[in-house]
């Protein structure tokens, strides 16, 4: 994934009149992921992410605010929050930024895949 398809991903949720709306969207596209996870969300999954990101190739890490797109190979030996393969920052819309804030909350069950969990509690790490 690149910038513009990360743009171009979000236009078409931004158009959306809900977050409920968003939510039937990601539903009917087949996204499960894990709430309270920056590489794992329902956003980041639907933007392309894998279930099981590898941080060596093209992703995306969503907060409430903004997307970060990593692109490009990585330096070796830098963490990636700190890589200088970050390409952008895309803004969230209004509507997908509320979608994001319900379904970290527990809105929405059906997306929720059960072998996530957030990142804060330690499940994903080795």
């Known amino acids: ?25 990601l539903e009917a596209q087949g996204v499960v992921a894990s709430p309270g996870c920056a ?3 329902a956003i980041a ?13 093209d992703f995306v890490a969503v907060t409430h605010q903004w997307v970060a ?10 963490a990636w929050e700190r890589n200088p393969r970050l390409a952008a920052h895309v803004a969230v819309p209004d509507v997908v930024r509320q979608f994001i804030r319900k379904f970290d909350d527990g809105e929405y069950p059906a997306l929720v895949d059960g072998t996530w969990h ?6 994903n790490w080795p």
């Open 1 to 25: 994934m690149n910038v513009e398809e990360v743009r171009e991903k979000l236009d078409k949720l931004a158009v959306l009149d809900s977050p409920d709306a968003v939510a039937m969207e």
């Open 39 to 41: 590489s794992h969300c």
């Open 45 to 57: 999954h639907y933007l392309g992410n894998p279930e099981k990101v590898d941080f060596s190739k």
């Open 69 to 78: 797109v990593y692109e490009g190979d990585p330096k070796p030996g830098v």
């Open 118 to 123: 957030s990142v804060d509690d330690g499940k």
